[in-house]
């Protein structure tokens, strides 16, 4: 049974920083490309940022561009997103995804294998 369980969310001020965790697993994860989204209320879900398997590459959204990082480690299988200079537009539930390809492409694409079920992220200004 595949599992993936984010924590890490929680209520920040507005230009502060968190860490997202993922933890996965009954999947290969090293074969998986990983991503995290997000979706604030009243509003649809959309991509946050995709990583590569090995996790020498990256995509990010335009809003989160030079905030947001993330990063991933395949001996823990476990997923990472370092969001800093946080926004209260940053609010918004987050789930980490998983796609079966090695490439994030597809999963910016919105192909998406695998869900969490989200952490609450809430930023007040």
């Known amino acids: 049974q595949v599992q993936l369980v984010e924590s890490g969310g929680g209520l920040v001020q507005a230009g502060g920083s968190l860490q997202l965790s993922c933890a996965t697993s009954g999947l290969p994860f090293s074969s998986y490309a990983m991503g995290w989204f997000r979706q604030a209320p009243g509003k649809e879900r959309g991509v946050v940022a995709v990583?590569?398997?090995?996790?020498?590459?990256?995509y990010y959204a335009d809003s989160v561009k030079g905030r947001f990082a993330s990063s991933r480690d395949n001996v823990k299988n476990t997923v990472y997103q370092q969001m800093n200079s946080l926004k209260p537009d940053d609010t918004a539930v987050y789930y980490c995804?998983?796609?079966?390809?090695?490439?994030?492409?597809?999963?910016?694409?919105?192909?998406?294998?695998?869900w969490g079920e989200g952490t609450l992220v809430t930023v007040s200004s």
């Open positions: 990583i590569n398997w090995s996790g020498r590459d990256t």
């Open positions: 995804a998983a796609d079966d390809r090695r490439s994030w492409y597809g999963l910016f694409q919105g192909d998406v294998d695998y």
